[in-house]
């Protein structure tokens, strides 16, 4: 086996289940996201891209996917689902039923919040306080200064806050 073909199953192995969550939540289907994975990893190997900004490059080859999904659907809007609300109970230890019924409310919220957002705040959010990349990782996803990745995070957190509100 080349280095080549190590490489890509160290980051395929490392990274498919993170990218499978991102296009999931986004395209809410998974048959979809499995598809849509598959293809992501295909290009990036297609490509014989370095380890150097792996994590980067393959979001950012995801989110040019999803948006290609969606326009061929002719759909502007991106939805979200509660995916994660199993994952997010785990994750803080709720093992009650009113925890959980708590959890479910919540997490509808913020779905429902989340759904009304711009898709760059969406893609943000998710990235860095689901997917917990580092602000440096976003810059290199959408191509942008790190200032501008903290302007975006502080806005997309600001519009999620109203929207919760509301």
Known sequence: MSKNEQLFIR???QYAVQIYRFIFLK???????????????????KN?????????LL???????????YRK?????VMFIEANKG???????????RGKAELDS???????????????YQNIIIWHYLEDLSIKEIAQILDKSQGTVRVL????LNSLKKKLKS
């Open 59 to 69: 979001y950012r080859i995801a989110n040019n996917l999803v948006v290609d999904f």
């Open 73 to 77: 659907k002719d759909s502007q809007e």
């Open 106 to 120: 919540e997490m509808k919220q913020i779905v429902q919040s989340l759904d009304k957002m711009k898709d760059e």
């Open 11 to 13: 980051l395929y192995d």
């Open 153 to 156: 995070i502080h806005r997309a």
């Open 87 to 97: 994952v997010l109970a785990e994750a803080i230890g709720e093992t009650d039923l």
């Open 27 to 45: 395209t809410s289907s998974p048959q979809d996201a499995e598809d849509l994975t598959s293809e992501v990893f295909f290009r990036f190997w």
């Open 48 to 56: 014989n891209q370095e380890a150097d900004n792996a994590r980067a």
